[in-house]
């Protein structure tokens, strides 16, 4: 009977630390498909195989183990490499352009279609 919940016992420690390695190995995931590789043009660290982007892997499983949130390690990497390193830039006087560029373009764009259709 003790061995049976000695193993019982052995089978839920492995399966818990087994659960939240994939708690943290998603959580790494979700945020590094968010940054940008600053070696690799165009691809983000998750999809990146470069030194660079094996380090940033590397150091958001130790923030994430430090008990850092999204934001904190989020924060943490734009005060050391820039805004840029981030996909999804906030709304500041600096990326204002960024943000309302598309916009006027398109509402640019519809009106000249307007324009072309309704000469007709």
């Known amino acids: ?40 043009q165009g691809q983000s660290v998750y999809d990146s195989q470069s030194d660079f982007a094996l380090s940033m892997k590397i150091l958001i499983q130790n923030k994430i183990n430090e008990g850092k949130n999204d934001e904190q390690i989020y924060d943490f990497l734009k005060s050391k490499y820039g805004e840029w390193i981030v996909y999804d830039p906030e709304i500041n006087k600096n990326t204002v352009l960024l943000w309302v560029l598309p916009l006027i373009l398109f509402i640019f764009g519809g009106i000249l279609i307007l324009r072309k259709v309704s000469i007709k």
């Open 1 to 40: 009977m003790k061995i049976k919940i000695l193993i019982f016992i052995i089978i839920w420690l492995v399966s818990f630390f087994n659960f939240s390695y994939a708690d943290n190995s998603e959580k790494v995931d979700q945020i590094s498909k968010n940054l940008r590789c600053l070696i690799c």
